[in-house]
Each structure stands twice: as C-alpha cells, then as structure tokens.
C-alpha cells in the first residue's frame, strides 16, 4: 500500500519532538490523528529523527496500511460491537437489541481507550518525517 506524503512547517520543537503545521488535504478525512487547528490546517507531533529546527519545511509520511489499520480498528470494533450486541438482544426483543447494541458498542469503545497506550506504541500506525525539504534562513 502506498504511503501518504504531506510537507509542512515544523512550528516547535520539545526534546525529540517537533510539532509539524500541515494543510490538511482530502485524504485527511476526518481521522484526528492531528490536532486540527481549522478546515484546512492541522497539527502533528512525530519523532524530530532528522534535527528539523522551528521554521524549517519538513516533508513527513505515514504508511498506508497504518491507515487501513487504524480505521479498521477505530470505526470495526465498535461497529462489530454494535452488531453482536444487536444480534444477542434481538433473542430477547427489540428493545433490547437496541440496548445490547449500544452497550456492547460502547464496551468496544472503551476498550479501545484502555488499548490506546498500546497503540501509541506502534510505528506502522505514527507519521514519520523522512526529509527536510527546505532549512529556515538564518536571520542575519
């Protein structure tokens, strides 16, 4: 799967990281793996691999199946929830299939949080920053 490319301008840097300003593109959707700071622009925290400084334009990547994988878990978990708590409920009646679905969605969904650490963890689903494309010029 291929990887999905975006430039933008690295805004600070804290330790051995730098929070990188992008605009947004259609591909983007509505994932919130970064902070959104309006309708076309948002903001991503990544490992500073390369020594990018404030100011200096930075070309980062997240890996296609990183994305397939984390919609998948995002939105299938609780989906799957959902559909085996209305499947279970419906045994008993409408209104608690309607039940069962929204409790088992919800017990999806919060497992996902309780996993989330364990997420963050992996780097197939984290952008990465894979060149420097422009440095900031020295003021001088």
């Known amino acids: 799967m291929e990887d999905m490319c ?27 793996a970064c902070f959104h700071l309006g309708s076309n622009e948002a903001e991503v ?28 878990l995002a939105y299938g978990v609780p989906l799957a929830g959902l559909l085996a708590g209305v499947l279970v409920g419906a045994r008993f009646g409408d209104l608690q299939a309607a039940a069962g679905g929204v409790l088992l ?11 989330e650490p364990k997420f963050a963890r992996m780097r197939e689903l984290k952008p ?6 422009k440095r900031r010029e020295n003021d001088g």
Not at 19 to 28: G, I, K, M, Q
Not at 57 to 65: D, F, N, P, T, W
Not at 128 to 133: D, L, P
């Open 6 to 32: 975006q430039t933008g301008k690295v805004v600070a840097v804290l330790g051995g990281v730098a929070t990188v300003r992008v605009l947004r593109s259609d591909a983007c959707g509505h994932c919130n």
């Open 45 to 72: 925290q990544l490992a500073n691999a390369l020594g990018a400084r404030v100011g200096d334009e930075v070309a980062i990547s997240l890996h296609g199946g990183g994305v397939v994988k984390a919609s998948a």
């Open 105 to 115: 969605c919800g017990v999806a969904y919060l497992l996902l949080r309780w996993l």
């Open 128 to 133: 990465r920053m894979i060149s420097i494309v």
